[in-house]
T-cell receptor, first 112, second 113 residues
Framework: KQEVTQIPAALSVPEGENLVLNCSFT??????LQWFRQDPGKGLTSLLL?????REQTSGRLNASLDKSSGRSTLYIAASQPGDSATYLC???????????FGQGTTLQVKP | GAGVSQSPSNKVTEKGKDVELRCDPI?????LYWYRQSLGQGLEFLIY????????KSGLPSDRFSAERTGGSVSTLTIQRTQQEDSAVYLC???????????FGQGTRLTVV
């Protein structure tokens, strides 16, 4: 059974810092891994999608990497800003079932 | 529309009543997912539709919950005889195909009083 874990559960950093969020999964049979952002009381916004054959994807100040064999992904946020404060969720699409399976999220606070 | 649309955005219902939640996926998307998010909790998988295949209903918490997807497009999640523990935000997502990028709607906030 696929399980997705995110560490840390919460993170507080001063503005301007570079930071890394971690995601691990137990079954390497995945189609892809996706990072989302969720603001309080809102739905999920897709940030980056990494296909299983890819190693990384970049969008602006965000860079996500994928090491399928070790079951790990990281989301790197450069030069963090208060507007980056949100909950970040990673999810894998199971290669066996097609289901999208989520971690519990990392709640990020960037202090001005 | 350009994105996934869910209605209603908010629903308050009395315990014991039935409710229907609607999801309009992005046009042409064959995969559709329903999740539930209780206050301060993560996303709980409910059901997954992929094309004409039988849906994966493994996440439905009880037989009071059911969902259908008509014509491979609009989906309705029905909760019968609602209970207070059903109070949550119900989120719908769609993707172009199995393994494609998933896009979420804004959710329906259900409150059972």
């Amino acid at each position: 059974k696929q399980e997705v874990t995110q560490i840390p559960a919460a993170l507080s950093v001063p503005e301007g810092e570079n930071l890394v969020l971690n995601c691990s999964f137990t079954d390497s049979a995945i189609y892809n891994l996706q990072w989302f952002r969720q603001d309080p009381g809102k739905g999920l916004t897709s940030l980056l999608l990494i296909q299983s054959s890819q190693r990384e994807q970049t969008s602006g100040r965000l860079n996500a990497s994928l090491d399928k064999s070790s079951g790990r992904s990281t989301l790197y946020i450069a030069a963090s800003q208060p507007g980056d404060s949100a909950t970040y969720l990673c999810a894998v699409t199971s290669g066996n079932t097609g289901k999208l399976i989520f971690g519990q999220g990392t709640t990020l606070q960037v202090k001005p | 529309g350009a994105g996934v649309s869910q209605s209603p955005s908010n629903k308050v219902t009395e315990k014991g009543k039935d409710v229907e939640l609607r999801c309009d996926p992005i046009s042409g998307h064959t995969a559709l997912y329903w999740y539930r998010q209780s206050l301060g909790q993560g996303l709980e998988f409910l059901i997954y539709f992929q094309g004409n295949s039988a849906p994966d209903k493994s996440g439905l918490p009880s037989d009071r919950f059911s969902a259908e997807r008509t014509g491979g497009s609009v989906s309705t999640l029905t909760i019968q005889r609602t209970q207070q523990e059903d109070s949550a935000v119900y989120l719908c997502a769609s993707s172009l195909n199995q393994g494609g990028e998933a896009f979420f709607g804004q959710g329906t906030r259900l409150t059972v009083v």
